[in-house]
């Protein structure tokens, strides 16, 4: 009986997981190719003239991606012969680039993001150890420069 | 510096491949490993469960046998089979067990041989047979279990399977507790040439005691054919299939040219006289 559920677990987390993930990955390319024209650096200094910054305000972007059943067994089972987890991969990648993709729709007018810069966190862990929710949240933030025409 | 705008050709921080195959391929390293080592230990259960002197294993018993040590022999059917396998013991088993008979209440038509020389009969056993030489066989079957430490391998191998679940689910998981409560199944499905080993035990037994071997099958005459899966768990379903079992039987019993009477009668159901 348990055997059953694990295996219908499993089976429902792989189909379930699998389509959410495609359809995320379509939803992330169309909106990346989208906002190109829209700049998103590292760079702490731009050698833009103060007189030509319009505005100039912080920006933030933030994702939450849980693990579905599957993928949480396959890197269990990973945790035992060792190796890259290449079940959380997607995870993250997935994630990051959502939440740079949310701070970019959140700052839609500007024309370029610098200073950017990219949190991961674990969340839904409870401190007991069992029952927890394996998800993993990312927040991307950086500050919006609007220039003067 | 000049920004040029561009989408990365390939994503870099995901592995190609198939997450399914991945998976099977480590599945199947972890249950070959987890088969590898049942297989190792299993042998080793082998090779030391005929090595545990008695007294160690009465030792050992003790702690976990302790509630049926203090159950007193009430009933005038457990005297009964007590009397019954004490005079086996005395004059012809000699196997270095101190054995004591305890009758469980429950239809199942079945016997089991625990540590220490416990033995314990349910009531629909009792309830089938109708002579005393088949009691006598059925008693001397488990017996047989004890002299070739059949008993220690089952439950050694109970073990190891439980040592291993725990070690790769924890120790309260839904597995574990699964696992020990089949455990008491499992330790008494023995190997069928284990089964024949016992009934061969028994037969010579029987011939021994009662100077003949009559009775011996009567029991399994009277069973049903295990049918379907449903009677998988049942305990004459890991013995060899009765009408197989009753041949071999009386293949041996000519081989060993052991002659077959009329069996005495029982009167062990009324607990009057007794053997």
């Given amino acids: 009986m348990d055997l059953i559920i694990f295996l219908m677990l499993l089976a429902l987390g792989f189909f379930a997981g699998s389509y959410a993930e495609k359809r995320h990955y379509r939803s992330i390319e169309r909106r990346e190719k989208a906002l190109l024209r829209l700049p998103a650096v590292t760079l702490k200094k731009v050698d833009i003239p103060q007189g030509k910054v319009r505005s100039a305000r912080m920006v933030h972007g933030s994702a939450v991606i849980s693990v579905d059943y599957f993928k949480r067994m396959l890197a269990a089972l990973r945790n035992i012969f060792g190796g890259k987890v290449k079940s959380y991969e997607t995870l993250l990648d997935r994630a990051r680039r959502e939440s740079l993709l949310r701070m970019k729709e959140s700052a839609a007018d500007a024309d370029i993001i610098v200073n950017v810069r990219i949190e991961t966190a674990t969340i839904g862990r409870s401190s007991r150890g069992k029952q927890r929710i394996s998800c993993l949240e990312t927040v991307a933030y950086g500050t919006a420069l609007t220039l003067e025409k | ?275």
């Fill in chain 2, 1 to 275: 510096m000049k920004y040029t705008p561009r989408l990365p050709e390939t994503n870099v921080n995901v592995t190609p491949g198939s997450p399914l195959k991945e998976f099977f391929l480590l599945a199947c390293g972890l249950l070959g490993l987890i088969a590898g080592i049942y297989l190792l230990l299993g042998l080793a259960v082998d090779w030391l469960a005929p090595r545990i002197p008695p007294g160690l294993e009465n030792r050992m018993a003790a702690p976990l046998l302790h509630s049926l040590e203090k159950t007193p022999a009430k009933d005038p059917r457990v005297r009964c089979l007590q009397r019954l396998v004490d005079e086996l013991q005395a004059h012809c088993a000699h196997l270095p067990y101190h054995f004591r008979v305890h009758l469980q209440d429950a239809d199942a038509v079945n016997a089991v041989a625990l540590p220490a020389g416990h033995i314990v009969v349910y009531r629909g056993l009792l309830d089938k047979v109708s002579s005393e030489n088949e009691l006598a066989f059925v008693l001397a079957h488990e017996m047989g279990h004890y002299a070739h430490r059949d008993h220690l391998r089952g439950l050694g191998r109970g073990l190891v399977l439980m040592a291993i679940a725990s070690l790769f689910t924890g120790a309260d998981s839904s597995l574990n507790s699964l696992l020990s409560s089949t455990l008491n199944l499992s330790e008494m499905r023995f190997s069928r040439s284990q089964e024949s080993q016992a009934d061969a035990f028994a037969l010579a037994e029987l011939n021994c005691y009662y100077g003949h071997v009559g009775g011996a099958v009567d029991l399994f005459e009277k069973l049903p054919e295990p049918a379907g899966p449903a009677s998988v768990t049942h305990y004459f379903a890991s013995h060899p299939a009765n009408r197989k079992r009753i041949s071999d039987l009386k293949k041996l019993a000519r081989e060993k040219g052991y002659s077959e009477d009329s069996p005495k009668p029982l009167n062990c159901a009324s607990g009057e006289s007794c053997p």
